[in-house]
Every structure is written in structure tokens, then in C-alpha cells.
């Protein structure tokens, strides 16, 4: 699936630390995250309303990709999202995933 990655001192940041390929850990029934190494420059806020494909950071180095689309309390920061995610869900299942994030 490709993403596009939003302009925003958060996706420059992720972008210097690709190619990687994690292990997703399912949360919720709705998303995968990863705790990466170092934190990120964030700059979080409610969206409401949590798209599926929608790419995030929680806290200040969680990566959060998100395959439902359901309402929020929590706060993120945007980093991008899935261009189409038709499929999506069905091919991330609900168990842990292994995703590679790679520049074209």
C-alpha cells in the first residue's frame, strides 16, 4: 500500500529513518503500533475522528497505523496516510503484522 507522508517536521524526521521493516502489534482491533527507538518532533492534537490509513505518532514515538475508522479522545500527530485503503484492513488482519516503510 503506498502512503503519502505529510510536510511536517514529524514526517521529515520518520523519513531519516527509512527503509525499516517492525513488527506491528495489533491494539483495540483497529490498530498497529511500534515504539521506535528515538523520539520524534511531535506536535499532537484530537482529530476526532480517527480515518482508517491514517498514519500517526502517539505520545512522542509510537507509530500508529490505524485500519478502522472509529471516533477519538486521544491526541497524535499526523505524520500521512494510505492513498487508498480498499483492502486495507482485510490484508493487516487483527494479529501483529510485520510492515516495511520505504521511499520510493
Known amino acids: 500500500f503506498a502512503a503519502t ?21 495489533d491494539l483495540n482491533g483497529n490498530e498497529k503500533y511500534f515504539d521506535l527507538p528515538d523520539n520524534l518532533p511531535t506536535n499532537a492534537s484530537n482529530p476526532r475522528t480517527i480515518q ?7 505520545g512522542s514515538n509510537t ?4 485500519y478502522k475508522t472509529f471516533a477519538t479522545s ?16 482485510a490484508t493487516v488482519g487483527s494479529e501483529n503484522v510485520t510492515v516495511t516503510y520505504e521511499l520510493e
Open 5 to 25: 507522508l505529510y510536510d511536517n517536521t514529524t514526517a521529515t524526521a520518520f523519513k531519516s529513518l527509512l527503509p525499516m521493516t517492525v513488527n506491528m502489534v
Open 52 to 58: 482508517s490509513g491514517d498514519l500517526m505518532i502517539y
Open 63 to 66: 507509530l500508529v497505523l490505524f
Open 74 to 89: 486521544y491526541s497524535y500527530t499526523k505524520l500521512g496516510r494510505i492513498n487508498d485503503t480498499e483492502g486495507f484492513a
